[in-house]
């Protein structure tokens, strides 16, 4: 058992002292020293694994556990009220997967999902860029930007509910002032899907772009100057030194916007407050967490409900995997391109430092 | 360095110069691509700006109207006076001010909980050595990405089992670590503890708890006051345990939403209530927001 914390009576004086060879101080010294002695040894062994023991003690208890025995449920016929009937192994999955209702919801949730992440990556790195520039005012900007973040779910649901109303919502009311058809954004499949989409993009946008800003300043001006002693102007330097520089953070908001993205539910189920079906009337954007509840709570069929969270999470699971696996192959690529190209870059810097009378350097690359 | 401003200004700065001594607010030759930003710019931020705040306008709009305000053609533009009175109507329809006092108590103990404990475990992975350490490191990592609430089934049926449906209890317990907290204050202790800092009190005689409370937790404060911030707005805005376990004492969200869920559904009402329940965050917004921008763009680094 190495530690780097020496525990210091271990260690220090009192050690030979108890193995002094006169008799009488040694017992009495011992009595007094050792209990002490061991004591510490026990807090410097045994401390660290108290410190985490609530975390993993309480983290077994409330996610792993749950998770496991969700897989126990899905093998049975488990009905919310009869409680666990019999064994069916595998039924439950081979229902779902033939269930197009599963299937529905599945395609709602990628649909939603894509028409949120794709738009909203966009116009976060767009604001970011536009927030990493020499502006005035900084804080009052970032802070207007993240605004929408500290509306919660359910307030944005109920807003945008009314902003997308086929009636007498916003939007719908300009689009007849214009005379333009209104839109069925709450009855039509592709309407409701983009309504849903823009209120994950009103709320995290700001948010994805703070991050986003955060890994571009921390991309060293160097490379910004040398791009720039090399004729980049500030869109190509955006394109070929800022975007390159910040993928694994594009990365990990990727990451984070799939696996929140794949388990949406308050914006869905309060779209529509008419309609007692969660997910609309015809299921029209009824996403796989919404469709699970439905199951388990609604219909009462636990065993079902189980199997259709089992799938959720091995996809889940699955995307998040194939991202990390992505992004440590394009981070090991990147890496070796960009630490080449940046000593490229450097080196011409310093080149064109040496001689700083002469014109920019020519094309090197 | 004025060499390299030289030949930035002279290279790629033309246009920039030209633009910059038309506005006048540029300054050419002065700070290479440092320079101050044109109208464009400010275009821009102006209209994310209005996309960010005017829903919650146009809630608050209609929220102090009456129904009427949402049937004009065109959107109306200034508050009306009867937001106190919808207000009203949003108390008679749900327990607020129980609703308000259960998301406190719900949003704190997590909150408590989760800071705690992460700091704890994040002070033991990032500056103690014991046996299975990197094991038990790797599981945390890979727990990050496990979807938990997907766990729901087997929870509602042990808060059944244990009859804790409807009490804060079943809302508190399954979100009382999270395996984030931990990897984030590991992250943050890792670098900012020296091991000679921790050493120096062990040999001054200090006990491995103590060490721990004098050095490791005052160097946490930062990273603590962070992950405080955002598990308080996690635990804030989650609709969907609260929703199953205790729709009768309801959290905050869970009661918002009961606005909608009634017969004849009042929008103005419903909005009233919208920008109440919103206030108290707005509220964290103005003392922590500068806590919250750091706190995102930390997380970024980190992650």
Same mark, same amino acid.
């Given at each position: 058992?190495?530690?780097?914390?020496?525990?210091?009576?271990?260690?220090?004086?009192?050690?030979?002292?108890?193995?002094?060879?006169?008799?009488?101080?040694?017992?009495?010294?011992?009595?007094?020293?050792?209990?002490?002695?061991?004591?510490?040894?026990?807090?410097?062994?045994?401390?660290?694994?108290?410190?985490?023991?609530?975390?993993?003690?309480?983290?077994?208890?409330?996610?792993?556990?749950?998770?496991?025995?969700?897989?126990?449920?899905?093998?049975?016929?488990?009905?919310?009220?009869?409680?666990?009937?019999?064994?069916?192994?595998?039924?439950?999955?081979?229902?779902?997967?033939?269930?197009?209702?599963?299937?529905?919801?599945?395609?709602?949730?990628?649909?939603?999902?894509?028409?949120?992440?794709?738009?909203?990556? #966009?116009?976060?790195?767009?604001?970011?860029?536009?927030?990493?520039?020499?502006?005035?005012?900084?804080?009052?900007?970032?802070?207007?930007?993240?605004?929408?973040?500290?509306?919660?779910?359910?307030?944005?649901?109920?807003?945008?509910?009314?902003?997308?109303?086929?009636?007498?919502?916003? #939007?719908?009311?300009?689009?007849?002032?214009?005379?333009?058809?209104?839109?069925?954004?709450?009855?039509?499949?592709?309407?409701?899907?983009?309504?849903?989409?823009?209120?994950?993009?009103?709320?995290?946008?700001?948010?994805?772009?703070?991050?986003?800003?955060?890994?571009?300043?921390?991309?060293?001006?160097?490379?910004?100057?040398?791009?720039?002693?090399?004729?980049?102007?500030?869109?190509?330097?955006?394109?070929?030194?800022?975007?390159?520089?910040?993928?694994?953070?594009?990365?990990?908001?990727?990451?984070?916007?799939?696996?929140?993205?794949?388990?949406?539910?308050?914006?869905?189920?309060?779209?529509?407050?008419?309609?007692?079906?969660?997910?609309?009337?015809?299921?029209?954007?009824?996403?796989?967490?919404?469709?699970?509840?439905?199951?388990?709570?609604?219909?009462?069929?636990?065993?079902?409900?189980?199997?259709?969270?089992?799938?959720?999470?091995?996809?889940?699971?699955?995307?998040?995997?194939?991202?990390?696996?992505?992004?440590?192959?394009?981070?090991?690529?990147?890496?070796?391109?960009?630490?080449?190209?940046?000593?490229?870059?450097?080196?011409?810097?310093?080149?064109?430092?040496?001689?700083?009378?002469?014109?920019?350097?020519?094309?090197?690359? | 360095?004025?060499?390299?401003?030289?030949?930035?200004?002279?290279?790629?700065?033309?246009?920039?110069?030209?633009?910059?001594?038309?506005?006048?607010?540029?300054?050419?030759?002065?700070?290479?691509?440092?320079?101050?930003?044109?109208?464009?710019?400010?275009?821009?931020?102006?209209?994310?700006?209005?996309?960010?705040?005017?829903?919650?306008?146009?809630?608050?709009?209609?929220?102090?109207?009456?129904?009427?305000?949402?049937?004009?053609?065109?959107?109306?533009?200034?508050?009306?006076?009867?937001?106190?009175?919808?207000?009203?109507?949003?108390?008679?329809?749900?327990?607020?001010?129980?609703?308000?006092?259960?998301?406190?108590?719900?949003?704190?103990?997590?909150?408590?909980?989760?800071?705690?404990?992460?700091?704890?475990?994040?002070?033991?992975?990032?500056?103690?050595?014991?046996?299975?350490?990197?094991?038990?490191?790797?599981?945390?990592?890979?727990?990050?990405?496990?979807?938990?609430?997907?766990?729901?089934?087997?929870?509602?049926?042990?808060?059944?089992?244990?009859?804790?449906?409807?009490?804060?209890?079943?809302?508190?317990?399954?979100?009382?670590?999270?395996?984030?907290?931990?990897?984030?204050?590991?992250?943050?202790?890792?670098?900012?503890?020296?091991?000679?800092?921790?050493?120096?009190?062990?040999?001054?005689?200090?006990?491995?708890?103590?060490?721990?409370?004098?050095?490791?937790?005052?160097?946490?404060?930062?990273?603590?006051?962070?992950?405080?911030?955002?598990?308080?707005?996690?635990?804030?805005?989650?609709?969907?345990?609260?929703?199953?376990?205790?729709?009768?004492?309801?959290?905050?969200?869970?009661?918002?939403?009961?606005?909608?869920?009634?017969?004849?559904?009042?929008?103005?009402?419903?909005?009233?209530?919208?920008?109440?329940?919103?206030?108290?965050?707005?509220?964290?917004?103005?003392?922590?927001?500068?806590?919250?921008?750091?706190?995102?763009?930390?997380?970024?680094?980190?992650?």
């Amino acid at each position: 058992m190495t530690s780097t914390i020496t525990p210091p009576t271990e260690a220090g004086a009192p050690e030979p002292r108890g193995r002094h060879p006169r008799k009488a101080a040694r017992t009495t010294m011992r009595a007094d020293l050792t209990p002490r002695q061991r004591l510490n040894r026990w807090d410097v062994k045994y401390s660290p694994y108290l410190y985490v023991a609530p975390f993993f003690v309480l983290f077994g208890l409330i996610g792993l556990f749950p998770l496991v025995y969700t897989f126990v449920v899905s093998l049975n016929d488990w009905n919310l009220l009869t409680g666990p009937g019999e064994w069916v192994g595998f039924q439950n999955f081979t229902d779902e997967l033939q269930s197009p209702l599963f299937w529905n919801s599945l395609f709602n949730t990628f649909s939603i999902f894509l028409l949120s992440a794709v738009p909203q990556l #966009i116009a976060a790195i767009v604001i970011a860029a536009v927030l990493d520039q020499n502006i005035r005012a900084k804080t009052f900007w970032r802070l207007s930007v993240i605004l929408p973040y500290v509306v919660t779910p359910v307030a944005v649901t109920l807003i945008f509910s009314n902003i997308f109303g086929e009636k007498y919502g916003l #939007i719908n009311n300009l689009l007849t002032t214009f005379g333009a058809d209104p839109v069925m954004w709450k009855t039509e499949t592709l309407p409701s899907h983009l309504a849903i989409a823009t209120m994950v993009n009103w709320r995290w946008t700001g948010y994805n772009a703070l991050i986003l800003l955060a890994a571009m300043q921390a991309v060293p001006r160097d490379v910004h100057e040398a791009a720039a002693i090399d004729g980049a102007g500030a869109v190509r330097r955006f394109f070929s030194v800022t975007i390159p520089s910040i993928r694994p953070t594009i990365i990990f908001v990727i990451i984070t916007a799939t696996i929140g993205g794949l388990q949406i539910f308050t914006e869905p189920k309060l779209f529509n407050a008419t309609s007692s079906i969660p997910g609309g009337p015809q299921r029209q954007y009824q996403t796989t967490v919404l469709y699970l509840w439905d199951l388990a709570f609604n219909r009462q069929d636990f065993g079902k409900a189980a199997a259709v969270a089992w799938m959720l999470f091995i996809i889940v699971v699955a995307i998040g995997l194939i991202n990390f696996w992505l992004s440590r192959r394009i981070a090991g690529v990147e890496a070796r391109t960009s630490k080449r190209r940046t000593r490229r870059r450097l080196d011409a810097h310093a080149a064109a430092r040496a001689e700083a009378s002469a014109p920019t350097p020519e094309e090197r690359a | 360095m004025t060499a390299t401003k030289a030949i930035v200004t002279s290279g790629s700065g033309d246009r920039a110069a030209s633009r910059g001594s038309r506005d006048g607010r540029g300054r050419p030759g002065g700070q290479g691509i440092e320079r101050r930003p044109g109208w464009l710019t400010y275009t821009l931020l102006g209209v994310f700006f209005v996309a960010g705040a005017y829903p919650l306008y146009w809630s608050f709009v209609v929220g102090s109207s009456d129904s009427s305000a949402l049937t004009s053609t065109w959107p109306p533009l200034l508050p009306g006076g009867r937001f106190w009175q919808n207000v009203g109507e949003v108390f008679d329809t749900v327990p607020f001010w129980l609703a308000l006092g259960n998301s406190i108590i719900v949003a704190t103990v997590i909150t408590v909980s989760v800071v705690v404990f992460s700091t704890l475990a994040g002070y033991a992975f990032a500056k103690l050595r014991f046996r299975g350490r990197e094991g038990l490191m790797v599981f945390v990592i890979a727990t990050l990405a496990v979807p938990t609430q997907l766990g729901i089934i087997p929870l509602f049926m042990l808060m059944k089992q244990f009859g804790w449906t409807g009490t804060l209890g079943a809302v508190i317990v399954p979100t009382l670590v999270t395996a984030f907290g931990v990897f984030f204050m590991r992250q943050y202790l890792v670098d900012v503890i020296p091991d000679e800092l921790i050493e120096a009190a062990r040999v001054d005689g200090a006990s491995m708890i103590s060490t721990f409370w004098h050095v490791g937790v005052p160097a946490a404060r930062p990273a603590m006051a962070i992950l405080g911030l955002f598990t308080f707005m996690t635990a804030w805005t989650d609709y969907l345990w609260p929703l199953l376990v205790a729709p009768q004492n309801p959290t905050l969200q869970v009661a918002l939403s009961q606005l909608q869920s009634a017969r004849y559904v009042d929008y103005s009402v419903v909005l009233a209530g919208a920008v109440l329940a919103t206030l108290p965050l707005l509220i964290l917004f103005v003392i922590a927001g500068k806590q919250l921008i750091s706190g995102i763009m930390a997380g970024a680094v980190k992650g």
